[in-house]
């Protein structure tokens, strides 16, 4: 075992002043945490870019390349690669690698230790890891060459997991594609079919709380505006509807949802809707082609009322169609299904895989 602070040289970023338009918009990449993400792995350019000036002014210094990236807050534990030179804001800790660690292998280590390096944040407004905190985690220290060997293990299972996701992402297009094709545009009805709005059809109906009590790792999944939230043991309803957002970030989404299902009070829910005229699995990719969110009010806190769907105008495709869609769709979810078992026997491993070697 070996201590950060004793294999690598941690250093932070800064940022030039905004107000000052000759720091700005130059060569220099100069990165921030909100340009990583859980795929990140070598980064390569900036969204901002400074002068040679805004460097100099803001005292910053360049980050060699193959330096590890660590955001230090808001969030803590975003990681990657610099694949460049590149300068970064205060919002990082980043490790620059003595020849005793391999940054490939320092970058997996980080990435398996996102709950522990968030438990040691501190701060009462937001949290953050500090330097000497930083220098003080210990991590398993084998032999260079063996480093590398690990790192490489993962990095192929890195490879097969973002093939996964790639295949699911197209099969999503595909079915969008497939809507396309055989309905047109069904905002513009491009294909000029009929048209019935929202109360001709279906009944909207908010959802309830889930008491705390009645929340479990297990049973009945209980949606909420970003799909499953918790589950119960009881259910509100028994067939299969579409659940939409109704309060955050993800009001106005739409979700396919089986039941027995609950649905909790930051969404809504179809309650009952006219089967000869509309099939759901349908409906659903219908709902999800409409930009809903532009109906969101307005505020900190974004919600969506019944009002825009039920009195929005839907296409209305022969049942013939509808049916043959949603047999289409059927069949690509059983394609997903099988590529989303593959991935999470995949993500099973690459936990498994982190336990053996960073515990």
Known sequence: ?????????????????????????????????????????????????????????????YLPTGTVILSSRAPIGKTAIAGCEMCCNQGF????????????????????????????????????????????I?????????????????KKLEQLISLRKQQLAKLDELVKAQFVEMFGDP????????????????????????????????????????????????????????????????????????????VTDNAMYISWYDSKKYNLTFLHELMQQIDFSRYQDAGDLKKITQK????FEYIQPPMCQQNEFATFVACVDQQKQTVQQSLEKLELMKKALMQEYFG
């Open 187 to 262: 905002v513009l009805n491009t294909k000029s079919l009929l048209v019935l709005t929202g109360r001709d059809f279906f009944k909207l109906s908010n959802g309830k709380a889930v008491p705390d009590e009645k929340r479990f790792e297990m049973g009945i999944p209980a949606y909420g505006g970003n799909g499953v939230s918790w589950y119960t043991d009881d259910a509100l309803l028994n067939n299969d509807t579409l659940v939409v957002g109704r309060v955050g970030f993800q009001s106005g989404n739409v979700h396919f949802a089986k039941g027995p299902l609950w």
């Open 1 to 61: 075992m070996a201590k950060l602070g004793e294999v690598c040289t941690i250093v932070s970023g800064s940022t030039p002043k905004t107000s000052v338009a000759s720091y700005w918009d130059g060569n220099i990449k100069w990165i921030t945490p909100a340009e990583l993400n859980e795929d990140t792995f070598y980064i390569m350019d900036s969204v901002r870019h400074i002068t040679e000036e805004g460097k100099e002014k803001t005292g910053l210094s």
């Open 308 to 311: 825009p769907f039920m009195n």
């Open 93 to 136: 800790k980043n490790l620059i690698c003595s020849d005793a660690i391999y940054n490939e292998y320092l970058y997996f280590f980080l990435k398996s230790k996102t709950d522990y390096l968030n438990s040691l944040g501190r701060g009462a407004t937001f949290k953050e890891i500090s330097k000497p905190i930083v220098e003080s």
């Open 138 to 154: 210990e991590i398993p220290l084998p032999e260079v060459n063996q480093q590398k060997e690990i790192a490489e293990k993962f």
